[in-house]
Nanobody, 118 residues
Framework: QVQLVESGGGLVQAGGSLRLSCAAS????????MAWYRQAPGKQRELVAD???????KYADSVTGRFTISRDNAKNTVYLQMNSLKPEDTAVYYC????????????WGQGTQVTVSS
């Protein structure tokens, strides 16, 4: 069964931190590169960070130095540690396999809302 369950979002003040988690079914996680995406109101979904099966990570310029992606292959779980949060980080955050833009097709979980107040 294909399943993605994101959690850990919430309301935080600017400068604060959150840690997101994503439990993925084996068929999605497996040996695939995984990624976090986000979608703000009125904007297209964008790639935030991705991580290879071996642990190599890449980040969008807007989050480099503030966010850290990691994965636990034994638990089929991917994480996103978000520090020094800014109001512009407010969005619904999703995890999934590393996809090609425009990041809309296929199965997506419900996401987790992150709201950063100024």
């Amino acid at each position: 069964q294909v399943q993605l369950v994101e959690s850990g979002g919430g309301l935080v003040q600017a400068g604060g931190s959150l840690r997101l988690s994503c439990a993925a079914s084996g068929s999605i996680f497996s040996s695939n590169a995984m990624a976090w995406y986000r979608q703000a109101p009125g904007k297209q979904r964008e790639l935030v960070a991705d991580i290879s099966s071996g642990g190599s990570a890449k980040y969008a310029d807007s989050v480099t130095g503030r966010f850290t992606i990691s994965r636990d292959n034994a638990k089929n779980t991917v994480y996103l540690q978000m520090n020094s949060l800014k109001p512009e980080d407010t969005a619904v955050y999703y995890c999934n396999r590393r996809k090609l833009p425009p990041y809309q097709s296929g199965y997506w979980g419900q996401g987790t809302q992150v709201t950063v107040s100024s």
